[in-house]
């Protein structure tokens, strides 16, 4: 009887440990699916406002702008020092804000990108930094890639790869 019990605990183990599989793979389809990777564009270039604060070294956005530029996605201009009722919007038309958030949900996570969009266009997007990040090379550069549009490539190198680890200072488009 004793014996009976094990089994079916275990079972259950094996049917939840199935089920949450399955829908783990689900999850992965439906966000690989819908990570066209040149998804959005902006229809002017944006302005980056830099709403983390002077800690914030200006010559790593400078740098992560620069990054862009060069590459054909254009950033308009950037306010190192905006005014703090600017940072209190949520979301500003026509910019991307960088943030500092120290309760960026998964403690995996460093960086996190929230975009705005209309059609296929870019409308605003928010950039949060876990504090101290800003000091890893590439990050500011991957995070302004998904405000500018782009997914996720999981190609060792290839700066939009979705694991820091695995990010380089590489760009193309994918096939
Ligand atoms: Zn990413």
Known sequence: ???????????????????????????????????????WSWPEAPV????????????????????????GFPIAMYEFNPSKATCENEYLEGFIIIR?????KNVNVLGQ????????WMRSAVIKLRPGTYNLDLLLEHELGHALGLGHVEIKGHIMHPMYMQIGSNFWFPE
Not at 51 to 67: F, M, N
Not at 100 to 104: F, P, S, W
């Open 1 to 39: 009887m004793q014996y009976g019990v094990v089994v079916m605990s275990k079972n259950a183990k094996l049917f939840l440990t199935l089920i949450f599989g399955f829908f783990l793979g689900l999850a992965i389809k439906i966000v690989y699916e819908k990570n066209i990777f040149h998804a």
């Open 48 to 71: 980056v406002l830099n709403c983390y604060g002077k800690a914030l070294p200006e010559a790593v956005i400078v740098r992560a702008i620069d990054y862009w530029t060069v590459r």
């Open 100 to 104: 500092r958030d120290a309760h960026l």
């Open 113 to 120: 990108t929230a975009r705005r969009t209309q059609l296929h």
